[in-house]
């Protein structure tokens, strides 16, 4: 009998193991294993699995926790949002705004910032996370900044992403750390050494000094978020540097995942290649006997990798169409939930069908089930802060694991995850309509 299986089972923990507080319907307990690699924490239920599929047009649940006044500010936002043209000109103005050094700071923080983000430091998300805590919805504390070009501002995102593990540590409501790679290397430099990786080429000796220090700083994040006993997910980048992130990331996974997911690699399925890659990369775990951790989302630099692709001739790496990427991600999904054995997953989503489909799954494997143990510590659902409270809270309220990716940083320095949010919710997207009408029908049923 495994380890998770006896403390699944109520007997003794090992004697290194402790039982922490725990938040209104879950449980922290630690996880170890036989063979002496790290502990983590596995977040178990203390309450029953619903029998029944969860209702996500409930928007009484969905947006319990918002007063009438955020619902108001929440419509307002989408309602504006929705115009692509102004989308796409606000954008580029905020963009050559902040560059010009013009205080536009204050007008991001009080609209869109507020909406999509905890805050802009650790302290300002805690009421937040704690907030969502109480109606069983765990925080995903994210460091938004990216694109980071000098080696101070590489060593200051290291040192705020740690101090985000440093937080779990200490709060039950963070069930994962999280960090961007071009938060701590540059891009030209991932470029490059992606370059040389799909060659199988070496490094020059001033990249192969550089990417030491982006490993260096990748052991740092991973030390401590294996101190704060939490698992590390490391989010996509675009496919011209990605490979570099995919090899490294697979190192630390070889040497972490032994006992289970501790590192999680996100595979982006509007990628032509993602579903081979799992596949492979899990055949590649099974055969050395590690666990692969994967998240999926669907993917969020469309237009840049078809611009990409473009300038460089080449192929587009991304699928042609949404129905296309919609079955490749729920072909994915289909993948790990038939593997939980061996694979944590984090079901990154905002669409419904596929949100469906994993609560199925889960549902039907929550009592007798030899996957029963998995489903409880291996599956995860998650989706942003702002987005599809439908789905994320009436997850939670019916026992499954459910997140929320909470981003903060300074707000000129997460401009472009806002502006990729934005982009998201445009009419042409269609993310804000669904917004919309949730919202409309959560203020009718309040007028009553």
């Not at 090899?247 to 996100?266: D, F, R, V």
Request: proline share 3%; hydrophobic share 35%.
């Amino acid at each position: 009998m495994s380890n998770a299986e006896s403390v699944d089972s109520g007997q003794a923990l090992d004697n290194n193991s402790k039982r922490m507080p725990c938040p209104k319907n879950r449980q922290l307990i630690l996880y170890s294993n036989r063979r002496q690699t790290p502990i983590l924490y596995i977040f178990l239920r203390t309450c029953p699995l619903s029998r029944h599929l969860p209702n996500f047009s409930n928007t009484e649940i969905a947006f319990s926790s918002k007063s009438n006044t955020q619902l108001f500010l929440a419509r307002s936002l989408f309602q504006l949002i929705q115009c692509n043209s102004l989308v796409h000109v606000g954008g580029k103005l905020l963009n050559f705004g902040f560059k010009m050094g013009l205080p536009l700071s204050s007008l991001v923080r009080w609209n869109i910032f507020r909406h999509f983000c905890g805050g802009e430091s650790i302290e300002e998300c805690r009421t937040l996370m704690q907030k969502q805590m109480e109606k069983g919805v765990f925080s995903i504390l994210d460091y938004g900044v990216e694109g980071e070009k000098t080696e101070s501002g590489f060593n200051a995102s290291t040192a705020e992403i740690i101090r985000t593990a440093k937080e779990a540590a200490r709060s039950s409501e963070i069930a994962f750390i999280v960090f961007k790679f071009t938060a701590i290397a540059s891009t030209d430099l991932l470029e490059r050494v992606s370059r040389c990786r799909a060659k199988k080429s070496p490094l020059s000796d001033a990249d192969q000094i550089q990417w030491t220090k982006v490993e260096a700083r990748v052991d740092q994040i991973c030390k401590a978020a294996l101190d704060a006993k939490r698992p590390l997910m490391i989010d996509a980048e675009e496919t011209w540097i990605q490979l570099a992130i995919d090899e490294l990331a697979k190192t630390k996974m070889k040497q972490c995942n032994i006992s289970g997911p501790c590192i999680y690699i996100t595979f982006q399925m509007y990628r032509v290649d993602s579903l081979n890659r799992l596949k492979e990369i899990h055949e590649e775990a099974k055969r050395d006997s590690w666990h692969l951790g994967v998240k999926l989302v669907r993917g969020a630099y469309m237009e840049k990798e078809r611009e990409y692709a473009q300038k460089q001739n080449l192929a587009s790496p991304i699928h042609p169409t949404k129905d296309n990427t919609d079955q490749a991600y729920d072909s994915a999904l289909e993948y790990c939930l038939a593997n939980l054995e061996s694979i944590g997953l984090c079901a990154g989503t905002h669409n419904e069908k596929s949100t469906v489909i994993a609560t199925t799954f889960a549902l039907q494997h929550s009592d007798q089930s030899p996957l029963k143990i998995h489903v409880k510590n291996n599956l995860w659902f998650s989706q942003l802060l702002g987005m599809s409270d439908n789905l994320t809270y009436n997850l939670a309220a019916a026992g499954l694991n459910a997140a929320k990716y909470v981003p903060y940083g300074p707000v000129h320095s997460v401009l472009p995850y806002l502006l990729r949010r934005a982009q998201e919710n445009t009419s042409v997207n269609g993310q804000s309509s669904r917004e919309l009408q949730l919202l409309d029908i959560e203020f009718t049923r309040r007028k009553g």
